[in-house]
């Protein structure tokens, strides 16, 4: 048989492939109506949701002043120690000197969700707004699911400010908001604790330093008042927004048994936490549950999945706790602090 003569295929050409307009994250929304919060998932496989944080960061910061939160899901975050290295990307400095909060334990700035009772809820608020200074993101991770429950509702502050009845939005801009906190022996956390010393001149100068007044009374107990916005002007977007914490401080907050406990052993001004308008004078009970009314609102609640990382801009967005069934682990990474010095205040 002959033999055909074989074809000569000519050299090889490899063809270029354009990546220059590939992304390696895709985004979507949790409900199509709803902003808050923009979901941004993986759209390819081994994606380092650290390194693309790094590098992303204008980017970030973009999409929170737009919703107001971010949900990054699908990433394989697997423990706090993988938490805490994208929540170093998202922000240029983890803050690791709170207080109130325990530490994780497993990471150096991370710490665990606020210690309160499972089958209560944890009402809406902006992290640390009743101080002199404040995270302006907050990151939280899902370590473990809770059984039943736990969701975390977060809502939009600028939608709270604008749903806001107009003569209580004028008060709440015009006289602010006085937050007053008694420390007595055997009622909510020491202030030696609180303020790390036993040393009451160190105590004076914290609070001085703070901005914060103090006065001691009886043989050990201490009362400390800070004046703090009720609303903001956010200082990058410029929007107005309800930016406070006069929901876990008032006592009209409280379960009604829990309320009139208190306020059978405490005269207002001794309870061991409230708040008041900036001049010192009673937040209606009707303002109060009109507040809530708007929050519960526009709250928006999503289950948590494990390996589930949420970002927001906490001057744009309240978050809360819905009450759970345990196990349930969230922990915390607070980030890029702001003070109020330069905050714009309404």
Not at 111 to 118: A, F, K, L, V
Request: charged share 25%.
């Amino acid at each position: 048989m002959a033999t055909l003569p074989r074809k000569s295929m000519g050299p090889i050409r490899r063809k270029a492939v354009d990546l220059s307009n590939f992304n390696p994250v895709r985004e979507s929304l949790l409900q199509e109506d709803q902003p808050l919060p923009l979901i941004i998932q993986p759209a390819a496989d081994q994606v380092d949701l650290s390194d693309w944080a790094r590098n992303n960061r204008d980017f970030i910061e973009s999409k929170l002043y737009k919703h107001g939160g971010i949900l990054f899901r699908g990433f394989n975050l697997s423990n706090a120690a993988d938490f805490e290295r994208v929540a170093s990307s998202i922000c240029e400095d983890l803050f690791s000197e709170y207080g109130d909060l325990p530490r994780e334990g497993v990471a150096g700035r991370v710490y665990t969700s606020t210690p309160y009772p499972e089958d209560k809820c944890i009402l809406y608020h902006n992290e640390s707004s009743h101080m002199s200074s404040w995270p302006s993101k907050i990151n939280f991770f899902c370590v473990t699911v809770a059984k039943e429950g736990g969701a975390t509702p977060i809502v939009d502050c600028r939608k709270v400010f604008q749903q806001l009845d107009p003569l209580v939005r004028e008060k709440f801009e015009q006289l602010g908001l006085l937050y007053v906190r008694n420390f007595s022996d055997g009622l909510d956390v020491s202030w030696q604790r609180f303020f790390s010393t036993d040393d009451r001149a160190l105590v004076e100068e914290s609070c001085k330093k703070a901005g914060m007044t103090c006065e001691w009374h009886g043989k050990d107990d201490l009362r400390v008042s800070q004046r703090c916005q009720a609303i903001l002007v956010h200082p990058k977007t410029g929007e107005k927004t309800f930016f406070n914490q006069v929901q876990l401080h008032h006592v009209h907050c409280l379960d009604p048994e829990v309320r009139q406990s208190l306020l059978s052993i405490f005269k207002r001004e001794d309870l061991p936490r409230h708040v008041y308008y900036g001049d010192g004078s009673p937040i209606e009970d009707e303002v109060m549950d009109h507040v809530g009314e708007i929050y519960e609102r526009n709250a928006v609640r999503f289950q948590w999945r494990q390996g589930d990382l949420v970002c927001l801009d906490n001057m744009l967005v309240a978050h809360a706790r819905d009450s759970y069934v345990p196990p349930r682990k969230i922990v915390v990474a607070l980030g890029d602090m702001f003070h109020a010095h330069q905050a714009s205040a309404v």
